[in-house]
Each structure stands twice: as structure tokens, then as C-alpha cells.
């Protein structure tokens, strides 16, 4: 990635990456930073995978978010549900995600 990046974006300026090892269970969730040129600083939200990459579900706001804006980002996605707990899943732990966004 540190050599990579520079040779596809210029202006890249990296100072590192960070790597976790990805865990089994769960949901798997995209939250991602975008600068764009009319507002600034975006955040996305969305289930990730699949639920990115077809369903295209997620959710931008201009960043910095509140705790009430994370929330609306997370239930404001068409596949919340998920996150809830449907059809008897193991619910997941909306408050670490809002810490996280």
C-alpha cells in the first residue's frame, strides 16, 4: 500500500497504515472519509461487502458528526435491520459503531 498508493494518487501523503486482523463473526461495516470538492469532509456509513458493492447502501454526511447524526446514519441505511438483529441474529453493538463513526 505505501508504494502503491503514491504511484495512483500524486498527491498522496502517507505517514503509515494500520492492519487488524479481520474477525469471523459479525457484520462486516464500511465507513469511509472523502473529501469532496463542493462540501468538504464526508463521512460514509454502510454495511460492507456486498451490501456496498450491489446494494450500494450507505449513508454520507459532512464531517465532523454529532452522536444523534451518527445514529441517523446508521438506522438511515436500507439494511439496519441486520444490524438489529433480524430474524433472531446476535444484535450488533450500535454504540461501538456510533463511537466508531
Known sequence: MMEDIPKKRL?????????????????EVIIRMILDPTFGPMLMFGLGGVYVEILKDVRFAIAPVNEKE???????????PLLAGA???????IDALVDAI
Open 70 to 80: 451518527a445514529r441517523e446514519m446508521i438506522t438511515g441505511i436500507k439494511t439496519c
Open 87 to 93: 430474524r433472531g441474529a446476535k444484535p450488533s453493538d
Open 11 to 27: 498527491d498522496a501523503v502517507l505517514e503509515g497504515v494500520q492492519l487488524q486482523k479481520m474477525l469471523s463473526e459479525g457484520k
